[in-house]
């Protein structure tokens, strides 16, 4: 609150008058600056209806600070004027002058001054008059004490056109007591409290009325949640590496994508229903490239292409069932595939970061749900040691500084390819793991429950974020 002496000082005032009185003429009497009094009424409007403060207007001409001057010294054409003396000044010399050039031209207008170009020694200036009547300074003087109504609008504007003069709007308030005058000043309370409630003090004191149309306070910013953080950053090393994102739109996948496409047996452990969300509706697929299929299911069940098989009766109603994806592999799988089709194979590298499944017990460590990152290049005459390098590369770039393990890697087998189309000699290598573990490693997080189960409050500094986990 503004200076709570000067606002009774307005309230004192105020007592005094029966009419009101216009804020600016409070600041005079008191000797104050306007702002000041300003700072009080709106203190005083804040504790209630102890003054009514209407909001007014006015124009009025100040002298500007080249004004000022010219009220103390006189105008530059006078002061021209009275440096030339009898025998006359050399113009070069009344050039030096620090009202020189203004003040030659106007007092050559007034007739007040004749330049003599042909004089012996040079351009010569001389008096023309004896003396003169400097009415700048005196039409300036007028509006310094406050008779600025004795100068017509003609001679306001030429003053202001020179800048000696500039018109002023000033707000100021127009005060009347209110329903509550009073010339005390006394602090209205904002917060009722428990000990007011228990003791009985509320009742004499008085509270400030609450704003219900106010804004509450904006939060600082939002955060990127640790796992969205870290999927921008491994997003970005794989497009710095010169990867193409796949699709992984479809949440949705058939048995034959997820599992045979990828030479899984169809009795392996991972394709039961106690490892995988397998759908009641749809429960099963219909649109397979049927000559695709009749490839991989011949690999499976006879063997071909350098391999044995698994030796065992594959069969269509298994590789049908619909299920959530256990694996992004699925996509590679597809996206393999849709390149073998092309015709003229060229080298790819593909990555995806998305969503997969697990009928998993639920535990600290353990969810339904996680990220899995997938890296995929083919291309002629890659081995393990081209596998290495781009790993070396990308774990590079992700920063991690200790041994740690956070996912797999290996080639595909050439049961998985060679049915697909892709050409002889193709190699694909591939690596994956989760988003979670590399995200706990980075930020200190203990368990997945405290990762993505409760809210996450995070204040970023640089790359050392603040944790605060509430559950």
Request: include cysteine; glycine fraction near 8%; charged fraction near 25%.
């Amino acid at each position: 609150m503004a200076d709570a002496g000067l606002a009774e000082s307005v309230l004192e005032r105020l007592e005094k008058l029966d009419c009101g009185v216009d804020s600016q003429d409070v600041a005079s009497v008191l000797s104050v600056d306007h702002q000041a009094i300003v700072g009080a009424v709106k203190s005083l409007q804040s504790l209630g209806e102890l003054i009514s403060a209407e909001q007014r207007s006015s124009k009025h001409w100040e002298l500007t600070a080249e004004g000022k001057e010219i009220v103390e010294q006189g105008s530059h054409e006078a002061r021209v004027f009275n440096a030339i003396p009898t025998e006359g000044l050399s113009q070069t010399d009344l050039m030096k002058l620090p009202s020189g050039k203004v003040g030659f031209s106007k007092a050559m207008s007034n007739k007040w001054i004749r330049l003599d170009k042909g004089h012996e020694s040079g351009p010569r200036v001389f008096r023309m008059v004896e003396s003169i009547e400097d009415t700048v300074q005196d039409k300036l003087v007028q509006v310094q004490k406050g008779l600025t109504g004795k100068l017509d609008e003609k001679e306001k504007n030429e003053l202001k056109k020179r800048k000696l003069l500039s018109e002023v709007t000033v707000k100021s308030y127009w005060l009347t007591k209110g329903p509550s005058f009073s010339t005390t000043v006394t602090k209205q309370e904002t917060d009722l409290t428990a000990e007011m409630i228990a003791s009985g003090t509320w009742r004499d004191k008085k509270f400030k009325p609450y704003n219900f149309e106010a804004l509450g306070v904006p939060p600082e910013c939002g955060h990127l949640h640790p796992l969205m953080k870290v999927r921008t950053q491994f997003r970005q090393i794989f497009l710095e590496m010169g990867f193409t994102e796949m699709p992984t739109n479809n949440f949705i996948e058939s048995s034959f994508w997820n599992f045979d496409s990828l030479f899984q047996p169809q009795q392996h452990p991972a394709r039961d229903q106690h490892d995988t969300f397998f759908l009641s509706d749809p429960a099963v697929a219909k649109d397979f490239p049927m000559d695709y299929l009749e490839r991989v299911k011949k690999v499976h069940s006879e063997g071909g292409y350098g391999s044995q098989g698994y030796k065992y009766d594959w069969k269509l109603e298994e590789a049908q069932k619909n299920l959530l994806r256990t694996h992004t592999t699925a996509v590679s799988a597809r996206m393999l595939y849709k390149l073998a089709q092309q015709g003229k194979f060229t080298p790819v590298k593909y990555f995806s970061i998305d969503r997969v499944f697990r009928n998993e017990t639920l535990d600290a460590t353990h969810l339904a749900e996680f990220h899995q990152i997938e890296g995929v290049v083919a291309d002629y005459g890659l081995t393990l040691g081209d596998l290495m390098g781009v790993l070396h590369q990308f774990f590079t770039k992700l920063g991690l500084k200790k041994w740690v393990e956070v996912g797999n890697s290996g080639v595909f087998r050439p049961e998985m390819l060679l049915p697909m189309g892709i050409p002889e000699g193709v190699s694909v290598i591939a690596w994956g793991l989760s988003l979670e573990r590399p995200t706990m490693i980075k930020y200190g997080i203990n368990n997945i429950r405290e990762l993505v189960g409760h809210k996450v409050n995070l204040q970023m500094v640089y790359d050392s974020p603040i944790c605060r986990l509430d559950s």
